[in-house]
């Protein structure tokens, strides 16, 4: 078990420094002047300009650049925005739990009706309820999310009025950020209704993020239970004359898991996709909202280390995802 | 003894059936397939043709018809089938400008990442010790990011605008073909008739386009066809954020930019470019499952 | 009194129209007594024993006159009635062993799940009797492999803790359908010594499903030949080996390499099995039988008790009593 972790540290420290080469980069490419993009300023006279080249260290050959970089990234120095002039990594931690908090919303959301759902239309195969899971899944990752939030905005928040259409609180609460999660805050304040109105927030814009994970969820969930109900040790398990229930939730299920986990944690990725249009259109501050108004506002800084940030989110995740799936296949744990 | 006896003349072409019949027969079996095809073969349609089919130019500002709903509604007018926008421009209209915009972008961004995410893939199968780690490693970084952040970024520096869509959709959609043809090369590679192949003499280009990548060729065939329904979506969300085409291009998703300070009053404005929107996505993907189907059983059966 | 009762067992994939995978079976099997089914390929034997373990799902449908194990009758009873037959009384153990078993569990696991299930053993015992159950299938080291999972044995062991997850209930009838076919030669002979060391020991009835008639000869009392889900002749081992009286057990004994020494090819039957569209009016061996006659292309035989054996045929050779 153990090789099995360390191989898989290993693969991660390349895949670390692949990413910051290419953050690295990708800031390089931007055309026109590198420290007008650098520090946003523009038209600097030709000594002030030279002073800033100097300061950011940019005539010095690209490697040094990119070991120079490297080493403030390890020092925890990710730069500041040049609009706010806060710490890159200040406003990052600071606004990450929200999206966090979208997240896991979405992914319980997704995960638990997806998982039923697809377990449910395996065992009813070719009925109305088979084919309306597998109709609605397919619409769903078909969907563009950002068009799919304006609708649900449309129709329960301006038309029923039952959730509002955007933030995560309103803003008559005044909740001191202990977490940074809204649920666990307002539960701990002494306002009233506010953890409601919270959960009021929450609802839509998790919906929205989690239906591309739930159509994904339920598909392969499906497909996965069929094949393993028609493996061997499935006619073996009847044989022994255990009951349904279990022949199919504890033979069954544990092995149809297997390959839905791995299709889960690559759902990280497009949950964090998903949250940039989710957060943009429900107006939820987190990392993907700051991300997109960086860009727009050309705030280079942020752009690069937010992107830094993020991939390196999404390989944890996945490296995360990659030991669990080791726990749950013995195989793989044992192979070389 | 038995075969004898039923004398019957057996139609050879039934016995063995071109490939191309043998695929389509398989294809038209699903029938969401064939609606998805027939709904793209709509669109293909609209997108050729959009200059004599669309009743209005797209650009054309009716100032005197802003945000007429669709002529079902009240206040509808037969001139304007789905409505006008906030400018009194004719939805329909540009809608059907749109999907030229699309399947522009769908198509392009395809060509563009699947040649050299081919040749990349023969590559690294054919060297899995030299350059396939290398090119391997490569794509693991790139697929790192999630593909619309991949995508925002390289729209970040290189500026918003169409081909710049196309440019940051065709190296997002990269990995997957460098994966897939990878996978499956290595998978051919094993078998005996490409030993034979090497035996009798074959060069490496001629192993690698002649041999060995035709019978790759199915799963690629559904990649591509995914990656089209994900091209589009992909430039409708770069639209939407504004990082995409730019408006007054009618893009799909741009459209749908504009159009969020209408909900309450103007729906139509919202609904109708998103529906359409995912209407298409829906039809390829359809067909991309028929098409699955129809190619993956016979790959099992080849075997 | 039978330990199973078989009488005229249809199975069918389909409506009443379809062909039948097993048409009009009879069989029985009697306390401590070993029967094989003998046959090719798609003959049916092993989904007749799937029937019986109520195995078969839509669309295939089983039908019989009667279905009797123990004095039960498998017909009428409920799910839950015949799950505590199952696994129980009558335990089958298939033909690869690398993928009967689950392989997200523990071979402990899932021995000790049917001793808790059928045998109300408490977590304890059931280990304790598990450990027991592997070194009765001469499994060294039985108390470490009880964490071993699957894919960490070989074939051979993986059959025989199949073996002994079968008997674990203490069956009064064990169903071996081909249990050797997918292992190696050297452990095939083993795995048969050991079904029958357990078969004798433990008193079971034991249908083994084959298309080794050398096993025959050496390890049944009765055998049952199948043809196109047809049993086409039911009798007593040596008697059948000595006199086959259906002209396909003399084809399936005349193919036998050994009998075939110093010949260019071996012995065969020429054509196919019938297959779903070509079943004959008449008797289902009619075009390839080389003793067939009008009266075969004709008309179907029923399965009639003759000199030495039960016969489906119109002209059975070997009939000359002694």
């Known amino acids: 078990m153990f090789s099995f972790i360390a191989r898989r540290v290993g693969l991660l420290i390349p ?35 030279a002073q800033a080249m100097e300061r950011l260290g940019l005539n010095k050959p690209l490697y040094e650049q990119y070991f120079d970089y490297i080493g403030k990234l390890a020092h925890g120095d990710l730069g500041e925005s040049l609009r706010s002039r806060e710490s890159v990594w200040g406003e990052f931690s600071a606004l990450f739990p929200a999206t966090l908090e979208l997240s896991i919303a979405a992914l319980m959301f997704a995960g638990v009706l997806g998982l039923l759902a697809g377990v449910i239309a395996a065992l009813k195969r070719g009925s109305w309820f088979d084919h309306g899971v597998m109709g609605i899944s397919l619409a769903g990752y078909s969907m563009p999310i950002f068009w799919w939030g304006l609708i649900l905005i449309m129709f329960f928040s301006v038309g029923l009025g039952w959730t509002p259409v955007s933030g995560r609180i309103d803003l008559l609460f005044d909740i001191e950020p202990k977490t940074g999660f809204m649920l666990i805050d307002t539960l701990f304040s002494d306002e009233d209704g506010a953890f409601l109105d919270a959960l009021h927030h929450l609802i839509l814009p998790a919906i929205v993020l989690g239906t591309i994970p739930l159509a994904v969820i339920a598909r392969m969930t499906r497909s996965s239970m069929l094949e393993v109900l028609r493996e061997d040790y499935i006619r073996t398990a009847r044989a022994k004359g255990l009951s349904p229930a279990r022949v ?26 998903g949250a940039v249009l ?59 | 003894m038995n075969t004898s006896n039923t004398a019957t003349e057996v139609d050879q072409s039934l016995l ?69 926008d906030e400018l009194g421009r004719d939805l329909l209209s540009r809608l ?30 054919f060297f899995p010790r030299l350059l396939g780690p290398g090119i391997m490693r490569l794509m693991d970084i790139m697929l790192a990011l999630p593909s619309l952040l991949l995508a925002v970024a390289i729209v970040a520096i290189l500026g918003p605008g169409l081909i710049n869509t196309v ?137 | 009194m039978s330990l199973l009762e078989i009488k005229n067992l249809n199975v069918r994939f389909g409506d009443a129209s379809a062909v039948p995978v097993v048409d009009g079976l009879n069989l029985s099997v009697d306390k401590g007594q070993v029967l094989a089914i003998v046959g090719e390929s798609g003959s049916g034997k092993s989904v007749t024993m799937m029937a019986l373990m109520g195995l078969i799902d839509a669309p295939g449908r089983v039908n019989a006159d009667a279905l009797t194990f123990d004095g039960h009758n498998m017909l009428t009873l409920s799910a839950r009635q015949r799950r505590q ?30 001793l808790r299930l059928h045998l109300n053993m408490s977590k304890k015992q059931a280990r304790q009797r598990a450990i027991e159950l592997l070194e009765t299938v001469e499994i060294p080291a039985a108390a470490s492999r009880m964490n071993a999972y699957p894919h960490q044995l070989s074939g051979g062991m993986s059959q025989r803790v199949a073996i002994a997850m079968a008997i674990a209930g203490e069956p009064k009838l064990l169903i071996a359908d081909e249990p050797t076919t997918a292992l190696d030669v050297t452990i095939q002979a083993q795995i048969m010594d050991l079904l029958l060391k357990l078969q004798r020991e433990q008193n079971m009835g034991l249908v083994l499903i084959t298309h080794d008639l050398a096993v025959v000869a050496e390890t049944a009392q009765r055998v049952c030949v199948m043809y196109a889900g047809q049993a086409v002749e039911v009798g007593q081992v040596p008697g059948l080996f000595d006199r086959p009286a259906h002209p396909y057990s003399e084809a399936l004994l005349a193919a036998i390499p050994e009998h075939s020494l110093g010949a260019a090819r071996l012995s065969t039957l020429p ?41 489906r045929c119109f002209f059975p050779l070997n009939q000359e009593v002694a």
Not at chain 2, 52 to 73: C, G, I, K, M
Not at chain 2, 97 to 120: D, T
Not at chain 3, 88 to 109: C, E, H, I, R, W
Not at chain 3, 288 to 293: A, E
Request: some cysteine; proline content about 7%.
């Open chain 2, 167 to 303: 440019i940051a959709i065709a190296v997002v959609s990269l990995p997957s073909y460098v994966r897939l043809t990878r996978a499956a090369v290595m998978g051919e590679l094993s078998r005996d008739y490409v030993t034979a192949a090497r035996l009798a003499g074959a060069g490496l280009p001629r192993l690698m386009f002649i041999t060995v990548l035709p019978n790759c060729m199915a799963p690629l065939i559904v990649q591509a066809t995914l990656s089209f329904s994900s091209a589009i979506l992909d430039a409708a969300a770069l639209g939407f954020l504004g990082l995409g085409v730019q408006p007054p291009t009618p893009e799909w998703g741009t459209m749908l930019a504009s159009a969020r300070d209408y909900i309450e009053r103007a729906w139509w404005v919202v609904t109708l470019p998103g529906l359409t929107i995912l209407l298409s996505v829906l039809a390829i993907n359809l067909m991309g499952d028929g098409l699955r189907d129809a190619l993956d059983p016979k790959l099992k059966n080849a075997a």
């Open chain 2, 16 to 84: 063995y059936p071109s490939p191309y019949k043998e695929f389509w027969h398989a294809f038209a079996q699903n029938k969401g397939a064939v609606a998805g095809l027939l709904f793209m073969s709509l669109i293909v349609f609209c997108a050729i043709f959009a200059p004599w089919v669309a009743p209005h130019n797209p650009s054309e500002q009716y100032r005197d018809f802003l945000l007429t709903p669709p002529v079902w509604l009240e206040g509808g007018n037969w001139q304007f089938l789905l409505g006008t």
């Open chain 1, 15 to 49: 895949t670390f420094f692949g990413v910051t080469l290419l953050t690295f980069a990708l800031i390089r490419m931007i055309p026109g002047d590198p420290v007008e993009v650098m520090m946003g300023e523009r038209r600097l006279d030709p000594e002030m300009h």
């Open chain 1, 278 to 336: 989710t957060e943009t259109i429900f107006s939820w501050p987190g990392i993907g909202k700051w991300l997109i108004e960086a860009i727009g506002a050309r705030d280079y800084p942020v752009v690069q280390n937010g992107i830094l940030l993020i991939a390196c989110l999404v390989i944890m995740v996945n490296f995360v995802v990659d030991i669990l799936y080791g726990f749950a296949n013995p195989r793989i744990r044992h192979q070389r």
């Open chain 3, 85 to 114: 037959i199952v696994g129980k009384d009558m335990a089958m153990v298939f033909q690869d062993p690398m993928t009967a078993l689950n392989p997200s569990y523990t071979v402990g696991f899932q021995i000790e799940e049917v």
């Open chain 1, 248 to 273: 199919v939730f504890v033979h069954g299920l544990r092995n149809a898991l297997i390959p839905v986990l791995t299709v889960v944690g690559l759902q990280v990725g497009t949950l964090l996709a």
């Open chain 2, 96 to 125: 059907i400008e749109g999907s030229r915009l699309s399947l522009l972008i769908g198509l392009s961004s395809v060509v563009i990442s699947l040649i050299p995410g081919v040749i990349l893939g023969l590559f690294a199968g």
């Open chain 3, 271 to 311: 054509g196919i099995v019938p297959g779903r569209f070509d079943r004959p009016q008449g008797c289902l061996l009619s075009p390839r039988c080389p003793y067939v006659q009008d009266t075969c292309r004709q008309q179907r035989p029923a399965l009639e008790p003759k000199a030495y054996s039960q016969v």
